[in-house]
């Protein structure tokens, strides 16, 4: 038996490597045959995106297509001196102060998870929650519920809820990919809409850079394109209807039903990898609470509730700064829960555990990123924004925006860097046909929305996964089809709205 394995083995080693020879001599062709001038690549510009797409649905693997990706888009620009442009490129993403706040953001997210965790605040949240929750729709709603409540921020709405809410559905065995749809639909959607929110001081601040809102009425700017963000609504509608059961489960989501329907986990396999719960799957959660207790103190609500209210307070009064919010919430954590007995150094352990946690997917993000900037120097973006507008029509323009931008963010999976690269060219493009900027926005809203929520590599989907402890790619495939329903309805009510206003 031993030797049939490590036959098996072996003969996986040697195709996996054919594999990857196969693909080096590919990339060296791209690099030979497409013109020296990056102007001149046309259609090329895809071929690294396309290769992405396809290479992770062949292996699953997306720290490493997102690596060959850059390293792709560094070949057909540098051709000899791809290592040196991938050596620049890397450097480049990690000096870049869009990183710089995710990697504080985001690390020390999880370092105030771990510190809740540590003192059983997630536990006590999670005992109260359960003892409301009856059923499997009312753990999901009370999920969603949860998430929208502390909506004025999508990684405040799905690091906090993921890790507090997923053993409650755990209790009546929902599939993770199940919980992760729930959280992450809920997360950005909600956020977007949120006229006080980060999204909405970003996009505003956005909209008076660009001269389309004064100083100081951003915000009230920004509300005038919520009712246009068809895409935020109709995926928080279709949302509800599944969790009622209007919407079957079907596709990935429903084979995950199965697997734990015939005993199997529920998480999908290779979740531990990206799970900041160190992979604790709370079946049974009364049968858990005894060995939980063993590994926190005090498990009381307040040790939940009084570290996110600080959160949420220092994001406000610092003009919705979650950077300088959660570094105020790690120091008057510390505070606080020392006053009650934590020891100092145990206080800092749970800190320095929490970004130890969070690695995996802020290097995920960061390959993003390095994608994007490649991406870029290849031309992909322009050239496709370029097709698209090159005969656009006003009562056309606002399904246009929607879906090049949603299928640019889907490949580029940064959306508010995406905001940043699409406002400039769609405002004067708007503004010159006669259009509503608050529809063209609206829709570049959504189309963030919709690209990031089923994105492999969005922010969205990785920190949702790492909460919730749910393989990446088994989230993003199981969630992409109910958010194609819902993007599929907002191409249609932009496609109507367009020939409505502009006909």
Known sequence: MESVREAQKKDQMKRTLIFY????????????????????????????????IFFIFKTKRIIEGLTL???????????????????????????????????????????LVAVIEKNG????????????????????????????LFSMDDYLSSLTFGIAMTPVTDRYRVPREMTSYVIDTTAAPVTVLNPISTWAVFIGGLMVANGLAEEGQQLTTYMKTVPFNFYAISTLVVLVLVILGVIPKFGPMKKAYERVAAGGPLAPPGSEKIDIRAGKEMVEFEDDVEDEMKSCKKPKLRNFFVP?????????????????????????????????????????DAVVEGLKNMVMPILLMILAFCFANASQQVGFIDYVIDVAVRNISLPLLPITVFLVFACTEFIMGINWGMYIIALPIVAPITIALGGDIGVTV???????????????????????SASTGCDNFKHATSQIPFGLIAGIFSAIAYLILGFVLYA
């Open 21 to 52: 020879i196969a693909l080096f001599v590919g990339f060296a062709l791209v690099g030979i045959l497409v013109p020296d001038n990056p102007d001149e690549f046309g259609i090329l510009t895809c071929i690294p995106a396309a290769f992405m």
């Open 69 to 111: 990706a850059v390293l792709l888009c560094c070949i057909m620009v540098h051709k000899q001196n791809f290592i040196i442009e991938f050596a620049n490129i890397a450097q480049t993403t990690m000096m870049d102060e869009d990183i710089a706040f995710l990697i504080i953001v985001c690390g020390l997210m999880g370092s």
């Open 308 to 348: 996110i209210f600080i959160l949420i307070g220092a994001i406000c009064m610092f003009d919705f700064n979650m950077q300088i919010g959660i570094i105020i919430a790690i120091l008057l954590g510390f505070v606080f829960f020392v006053f009650q007995g934590m020891d100092p150094e145990e206080y800092a």
């Open 442 to 464: 609206g829709a570049v809203a959504a189309a963030g929305v919709w690209g990031s929520h089923c994105c492999f590599y969005s922010d969205a989907t990785i920190l949702t």
């Open 121 to 148: 605040g997630g536990l006590a949240f999670g005992k109260f929650v359960a003892s409301k929750a009856k059923s499997e729709k009312t753990a999901l709603f009370g999920t969603m519920l949860c998430s929208a």
